[in-house]
């Protein structure tokens, strides 16, 4: 089972930070990438910030979305098993639900999965 939790949302007034934070639980399964989505009100839900897992190394190629680059920053953590977003200058175009997703693999198989947790809501305050 994957199991994806977000966390560390909640109300920042424009031009401040955020750091959110997706707490993985894997068994059986091997993570591949994982990443960070958002829905704003009334919109479809985008891609805000990807990365990869290369073998043992925290660092990991990363790709963001041009609304949010120098901005936003992926980061995760092997050992902890979390993959964090860091979220500076905010605007209140970044108002919306934030979820977190993972792309694994089971033990024993070559498929890869997409997992998502329940999202995590950012509200920014003019």
């Known amino acids: 089972q994957v199991h994806l939790v977000e966390s560390g949302g909640g109300l920042v007034q424009a031009g401040g930070s955020l750091t959110l934070s997706c707490t993985t639980s894997?068994?059986?399964?091997?993570?591949?990438?994982a990443a960070w989505y958002r829905q704003a009100p009334g919109k479809q839900r985008e891609m805000v910030a990807t990365?990869?897992?290369?073998?043992?190394?925290?660092?990991?190629?990363?790709n963001y979305a041009d609304s949010v680059k120098g901005r936003f920053s992926i980061s995760r953590d092997n050992a902890k098993n979390t993959v964090c977003l860091q979220m500076n200058d905010e605007t209140t175009d970044d108002t919306g639900v934030y979820y977190c997703?993972?792309?694994?693999?089971?033990?024993?198989?070559?498929?890869?999965?997409?997992?998502w947790g329940q999202g995590t809501k950012v509200t920014v305050t003019s």
């Open positions: 894997l068994s059986r399964y091997k993570l591949r990438a």
């Open positions: 990365i990869t897992y290369n073998g043992f190394q925290n660092a990991g190629d990363t």
């Open positions: 997703n993972a792309q694994a693999v089971r033990m024993c198989a070559k498929s890869i999965s997409n997992y």
